[in-house]
């Protein structure tokens, strides 16, 4: 991880306890900053020395709001982001497969100039599916660690960009204007990070529908099968009806099979889903901590001074 220790030089680049400001642009060329707020007809603004200031809207061209949060701020809390996803982000999703064992077919092909023979090797995967129960029971413990995560105050407040409250997201949608790129960066890969949790929430539901599915479709079968055995001892039945009841049950296994495999290709899918969420996720907190890193690179190789 990108730790706070290597960060010092952006926090040196910038000024720690810098603070940032919003930039009032005027239609007249002026430009102001401080701490603004839009009103319906006017916008208003505090300058940094305490001046207020009240501006009709059709007199402002644009105003660019600038998070409160100071460079040291913005890396302690990503380097404290960073560890409270890892436990979630950093394991692979469960598969619907137990092991794979790779095979090979050989292909042996003449050419028809030289007259040469050549052999080509082609690679195939043999797989072998998991019990239902093994699958749902993996994904059970896997999908935890994301609600642990998710439940917790610190991931809700800084997948929320607030207006004024100290947050990652807070941040990436009002970054100063010089750490724009940054802000955009940090955007994208909390967006990712928060697809990723969603659509692990989905999967969650989706594989623990294939045991709920079965557990109600098992209730069902039960029930037809115990009409059949009363219709068996009913000595007044005829033959067509307790066929009729046995062939019941048979429709019912049927369409046990047809909705377990149906609730598992949605589960398979949502699970896939979740993986590739989880991989974009992860390229947008590595492109996030190296366009830190290149924020970071003049101040260190900016020459010490010497008496």
Request: proline fraction near 4%.
């Amino acid at each position: 991880m990108f730790r706070t220790s290597i960060l010092l030089g952006l926090i040196v680049l910038l000024g720690a306890e810098s603070a940032s400001a919003d930039k009032v642009l005027l239609k007249d060329g002026r430009r102001l900053s401080g701490t603004a707020k839009k009103h319906k007809d006017r916008v208003d603004l505090t300058t940094d020395d305490g001046t207020k200031l009240s501006f009709p809207k059709d007199e402002v061209k644009r105003i660019i709001f600038e998070s409160t949060t100071s460079p040291r701020e913005l890396v302690e809390m990503y380097d404290t982001f960073e560890d409270l996803i890892a436990p979630a982000m950093g394991l692979l999703e469960p598969e619907q497969r137990e092991f794979s064992k790779q095979t090979r077919t050989a292909q042996r092909r003449r050419d028809p100039y030289s007259g040469s023979r050549t052999v080509e090797w082609e690679w195939g995967r043999a797989r072998e599916p998991v019990s239902s129960d093994k699958f749902v029971d993996d994904w059970v413990r896997y999908a935890a660690h994301f609600k642990a995560v998710a439940k917790t105050r610190a991931f809700k407040r800084h997948m929320r960009p607030r207006r004024g409250k100290k947050s990652l997201a807070e941040f990436a949608h009002y970054p100063p204007e010089e750490l724009e790129e940054l802000g955009l960066s940090l955007r994208d890969a909390i967006e990712a990070v928060k697809d990723t949790f969603e659509y692990a929430e989905t999967a969650d539901r989706a594989v623990g529908s294939i045991r709920g599915g079965e557990l109600e479709h098992d209730r069902k079968i039960a029930r037809a099968k115990n009409r059949a055995r009363l219709m068996d001892a009913n000595k007044q039945a005829t033959s067509e009806e307790k066929a009729l009841a046995r062939a019941r049950i048979q429709r019912l296994i049927d369409k046990k099979e047809v909705s377990h495999n149906a609730r598992k290709l949605s589960a398979d899918n949502a699970v896939n889903q979740v993986a590739s969420s989880r991989i974009v996720a992860i390229r947008q907190l590595s492109e996030f901590r190296r366009l830190l890193e290149e924020v970071f690179e003049p101040a260190g190789s900016a020459p010490s001074a010497t008496p």
